[in-house]
């Protein structure tokens, strides 16, 4: 089992915001973290589209721990 995806929001074949739900209902993945990361011009309208319990995001470029830190967090999160 994964510790968690990392997904770009402008993926080519399937749009990054259905992209988590149906990694979610992969069995076994149902409570997976999903980070999307955006371009800095992404809205924030998708912003609030994609953010639920096990999805978040992260704007593009990110710092590798900044991302560990949020990954951690959900992880802490879904724990409880």
Not at 58 to 73: G, K, M, R, W
Request: proline letters at 9%.
């Amino acid at each position: 089992k994964p510790d968690f995806f990392l997904i770009e929001h402008k993926h080519p074949v399937i749009e990054g915001t259905k992209l988590p739900y149906q990694l979610h209902a992969l069995p076994g993945q149902e409570d997976v973290p999903i980070v999307v990361a955006l371009s800095g011009a992404a809205s924030p309208q998708k912003h609030s589209r994609i953010n639920d319990g096990h999805v978040s995001y992260i704007d593009s470029p990110f710092q590798l721990e900044y991302l560990l830190e949020l990954t951690e967090s959900m992880h802490m999160m879904s724990d409880l």
